[in-house]
Every structure is written in C-alpha cells, then in structure tokens.
C-alpha cells in the first residue's frame, strides 16, 4: 500500500486534512449525464440528492451543470450558470457546512460560484485548455483547484486517442500545468489523471497501474472511475450495473494513494475507505 502524504486543503478558510481519504458526491443537474440515475433536474430531486450525498458520509459535494461525456453537447454559459445557480441555492439551504465543489471549465462560471455563492474549489476537466482565462481567475479567487488530464475535447477525446508514452506524456502535462499555476500563487492543486478522458480501454488501465507514480507531482490525488465505461465494456455490463467494479477499482485507488475519490454512490465508497483502512491500520504481528 502507498503511504498517503498527509496533505492539507484550505476550504474557505477552514484547512481540510487529506490524511484520511476524502469522498467527493457527484450532483449532477443536468439533462444529460452519462449515468441516468445522476441527472437530478427539478427542485425536490435536487434536495433529496444533496440530502442522499450528505448522510451517506461524503466530505465535498462536486455539482456539475454541463456534462462532458463523450460527445457532450456544449451547454450555453447562461444555461450552465441557471443550472448552478439553482443547485447551489438548494445545497446552501439543506447543507449549509458542506464544502462544495463546482465542476466547470469556464471562468466566469467560476467566478459567479465562488463570489456569489461561495463555493470552495473549482474542479476543472480542462486544466484551463477550455478558456485561457482560468489560471488567473482561480489565482484571484485563491480556491483550490483540481486539473483534469483530457485529450482533446468532450466532442472529440474518444475519437482513436493516441501517445507517445501515456504515462510520461500526462505526467509532463500536470508539472508543466502546476508550474503555470504555482508562478502565479495558486497554492491548493489536485491533479486527476482523467480516467476515460481521451483514453482507450488499455490507456485507462495502465493509468490505473502506474498511478502511484504521480505523486512525485507533490499534490493531492484525485480518482473518477465511478460507473465509467472503462468498467462496463470491460466487464461486459452497463452502467447501471458497474457498481462492484467501481468499488474494486476505487479500493485499488485507494492502495496506489488516491487522496479524493469522485463518486455516484457514496455509501459504498465510504464502506470501501472504512475497510481499507481497517487493513491498512491493522497491527504488524510475525509468526
């Protein structure tokens, strides 16, 4: 198992430890997520999601309001920020302490949230490739930011994407990218390798094998595999029915050194963490 680096995130103020593993609920209030079950579009729904993701034990909600499955159609700003201004209305009336996370790539989407309502780290599946403008907003903002490894866009990443050496070729992606970042005093960056973004099949997995080695990165890990296709057609299932390997590939995460785990289904991902670091802490006998 790896030893995880007990890293420290600052949430509005408020320092986070990463020692433990942390789990990040997905809120999707869109029409058009991947994973039907996920789409939460009227107010009750919404509530009831938010309500679902808190008592079963997540640490950060992550509301996204513009699905970037492949072959996503571009959401209108306006739209993505109606979305989100709903969504985020709903989570600071039934979970006010909550720290909240909003996946978005636009900057002024960023902006909105975190000014207007507060929120306490912008997940980013662009890592600013999507607007040029979002280096410099988060430096303003001074959140946390997650940057996503995409080949490509949402339209097109899973059109034959190639490499000359995956693992070398991300790893160069993020340092370059936190390098930018660090430069103009961004302080809080977690780095998610972007499981079935601009990968095939046996990209994900030989992700999945070496991700251990990122974090000579010196940043927190974050893992999204919930549910993902990389699951179903290897298991010859569907999404509905990609839970258990979820839960297998999130326990791997977990012993390569994932910090946050990004997921559809908190309890289990709970459960997974709990029993992992039961093993984990398991007092060392000879015989």
């Given at each position: 198992m790896s030893?995880?680096?007990?890293?420290?995130?600052?949430?509005?103020?408020?320092?986070?430890?990463?020692?433990?593993?942390?789990?990040?609920?997905?809120?999707?209030?869109?029409?058009d997520s991947f994973y039907?079950?996920?789409?939460?579009a009227d107010d009750v729904a919404i509530t009831q999601r938010v309500e679902e993701?808190?008592?079963?034990?997540?640490?950060?909600?992550?509301?996204?309001?513009?699905?970037?499955?492949p072959g996503a159609v571009?959401?209108?700003?306006?739209?993505?920020?109606?979305?989100?201004?709903?969504?985020?209305?709903?989570?600071?009336?039934?979970?006010?302490?909550?720290?909240?996370?909003?996946?978005?790539?636009r900057a002024d989407v960023a902006t909105m949230c975190v000014e207007e309502y507060g929120a306490s780290m912008i997940n980013d599946i662009?890592?600013?490739?999507?607007?040029?403008?979002?280096?410099?907003?988060?430096?303003?903002?001074?959140?946390?930011?997650?940057?996503?490894?995409?080949?490509g866009r949402p339209q097109t990443m899973q059109d034959s994407p190639q490499y000359n050496n995956l693992i070398g070729d991300v790893f160069l992606y993020f340092a370059n990218k936190i390098d930018q970042l660090h430069e103009l005093g961004v302080k809080d960056v977690i780095v998610d390798p972007g499981f079935g973004f601009g990968k095939t099949l046996r990209d994900n997995y030989l992700l999945m094998h070496h991700l251990e080695e990122f974090h000579q990165l010196d940043c927190p890990l974050l893992v999204g595999v919930s549910r993902k296709?990389?699951?179903?057609?290897?298991?010859?299932?569907?999404?509905?029915?990609a839970l258990n390997g979820t839960t297998v590939l999130n326990t791997i995460a977990l012993n390569k050194?994932?910090?946050?785990?990004?997921?559809?289904?908190?309890?289990?991902?709970?459960e997974a963490i709990k029993l992992w670091q039961s093993v984990k802490n398991a007092p060392h006998q000879s015989f």
């Open positions: 030893q995880i680096k007990p890293y420290f995130i600052n949430f509005s103020g408020q320092l986070v430890s990463l020692e433990h593993p942390k789990v990040m609920g997905i809120l999707n209030v869109t029409p039907a079950p996920s789409r939460q993701i808190v008592s079963e034990g997540a640490s950060i909600i992550d509301i996204g309001a513009c699905s970037t499955r571009d959401v209108p700003v306006d739209e993505e920020m109606r979305r989100l201004r709903k969504g985020l209305d709903i989570i600071r009336k039934s979970a006010p302490e909550m720290p909240v996370s909003v996946d978005t790539y662009s890592a600013g490739e999507m607007d040029k403008q979002m280096f410099d907003t988060i430096a303003r903002l001074n959140v946390p930011y997650i940057i996503m490894h995409m080949q296709s990389m699951i179903y057609k290897k298991l010859g299932c569907t999404e509905n029915e050194g994932a910090h946050l785990l990004r997921v559809h289904d908190v309890k289990a991902a709970c």
